[in-house]
């Protein structure tokens, strides 16, 4: 069965940093699968942040990019997520997720992952 477990989450001002990471188990080949972070906040969607194809291929939402950096590693089956210049708005529930298939492709679209993680909070305070 797969299971994702993220930590790293917490409180932190205006412009601080965390990293999040994202432990991956309960599959083989995991290098075959492309990941991504999601967040959600309160009343709003669950929204893309960053992925990793499975040729190690990075990309990012507009509204992250510059600021988040997603990274891999497959020996230890982790997904990170590192977040520098937080702004209140970045508060949120984050996730990490698995695609549904072994595809090359990128997506931002929760459609196309169907393993996620419990979640990790994010608050930031102004």
């Known amino acids: 069965q797969v299971q994702l477990v993220e930590s790293g989450g917490g409180s932190v001002q205006a412009g601080g940093s965390l990293r999040l990471s994202c432990t991956a188990s309960g599959y083989t080949e995991y290098s075959s699968y492309c990941m991504a972070w999601f967040r959600q906040a309160p009343g709003m969607e669950r929204e893309g942040l960053a992925g990793i194809t499975r040729d190690g291929i990075t990309f990012y939402a507009d509204s992250v990019k510059g600021r988040f950096t997603i990274s891999k590693d497959n020996a230890k089956n982790t997904l990170d997520l590192q977040l520098n210049s937080l702004k209140p708005d970045d508060t949120a529930m984050y996730y990490c997720?698995?695609?549904?298939?072994?595809?090359?492709?990128?997506?931002?679209?929760?459609?196309?992952?169907?393993?996620w993680g419990q979640g990790t909070q994010v608050t930031v305070s102004s």
């Open positions: 997720a698995r695609a549904r298939s072994r595809w090359y492709g990128s997506s931002l679209s929760s459609s196309d992952y169907n393993a």
